[in-house]
């Protein structure tokens, strides 16, 4: 199935939400998603809160990349990411650190 241009276009701004490509979405959209998901997770298993809170912030944003990567067909955003690939990880990891900081002195805890 061929998608076509309005498709890619809605793709990739789903991805451009999620990736770490802006100063914004790591504290309004990811981590908000990572801590739903790790508070359900931890309903379900306690004491898991931490690894799936990092894993699904990870999650979120290599999914950011990979939708902004097969929506590139729609507009040219394909050196765009490449350039900013080292950049977006630094980022990443260091809310990675500041999360898994936060979390260790009960900043934030599951719900």
Known sequence: MRLNKIHLLII???GWLLSPLTWWNDPFINLP????AAGFF????PGI???VFLAA????NILGIVLM???AGAFSIKGLIKNR???MLLAAVIYSVIAIFIIRLNIIRPF
């Open 85 to 87: 690939l080292w950049l």
């Open 69 to 71: 990567y097969i929506g």
């Open 49 to 51: 809160f931490l690894p």
């Open 57 to 60: 912030y990870w999650l979120t």
């Open 33 to 36: 998603l990572s801590y739903l």
């Open 42 to 45: 931890n309903k379900l298993i």
């Open 12 to 14: 990739s701004f789903i």
